[in-house]
T-cell receptor, first 111, second 112 residues
């Protein structure tokens, strides 16, 4: 099956710093989503981005489907950005909702 | 509703008991998905529905697990004869039609 690898596994930042999270996947996809799991366990949608670039405030994401990777950029990080960031993909030819999740990047933002 | 609603939020049950987990999707969403998330891991796909039809149940771990969505809206995930290894966060998601998925807050199941 399709493999999803996220890096780095852990990241510690000082408040105000910028960061880039990476997601590599091993096959063609028809869906790619980024989620933030906050410390209370809620899984929050950040981006639906099977290709292209999107921005939402301090966050932006880029997916280069032909090269099988996606990047999530966090600028001017805040303590509320702490949590686990998951990349999830839907295999091309399969159901878009059958998402394969990576192991996540655990982000800690220090004040 | 405004978001995907799951109940109960927390469930503690004794080994061997049956449990039923409920999911109320976002109004108008055609597709509904169930996932299971172990501590420290990402969610893993269990099954999904379009309307009332179960399209894919390849992720259900064994025949103790079943799901239904009889009227194409609310769904129930049932685990029979629970075992300690069933302890996990069970997450439901919905989407307009097999596109971007939105997750509920999950049900934390603990089997003692």
């Amino acid at each position: 099956g399709i493999q999803v690898e996220q890096s780095p596994p852990d990241l510690i930042l000082q408040e105000g710093a910028n960061s880039t999270l990476r997601c590599n996947f091993s096959d063609s996809v028809n869906n790619l989503q980024w989620f933030h799991q906050n410390p209370w366990g809620q899984l929050i949608n950040l981006f639906y981005i099977p290709s292209g670039t999107k921005q939402n405030g301090r966050l932006s994401a880029t997916t280069v489907a032909t090269e099988r990777y996606s990047l999530l950029y966090i600028s001017s990080s805040q303590t509320t950005d702490s949590g686990v960031y998951f990349c999830a993909v839907g295999r091309d030819g399969g159901s878009q909702g059958n998402l394969i999740f990576g192991k996540g990047t655990k982000l800690s933002v220090k004040p | 509703g405004a978001g995907v609603s799951q109940s109960p939020r927390y469930k503690v049950t004794k080994r061997g008991q049956d449990v039923a987990l409920r999911c109320d999707p976002i109004s108008g969403h055609v597709s509904l998905y169930w996932y299971r998330q172990a501590l420290g891991q990402g969610p893993e796909f269990l099954t999904y529905f379009n309307y009332e039809a179960q399209q894919d149940k390849s992720g259900l771990p064994n025949d103790r697990f079943s799901a239904e969505r009889p009227e194409g809206s609310i769904s129930t995930l049932t685990i029979q004869r629970t075992e300690q290894r069933d302890s996990a966060m069970y997450r439901c998601a919905s989407s307009p039609m097999d596109t971007e998925a939105f997750f509920g807050q999950g049900t934390r199941l603990t089997v003692v």
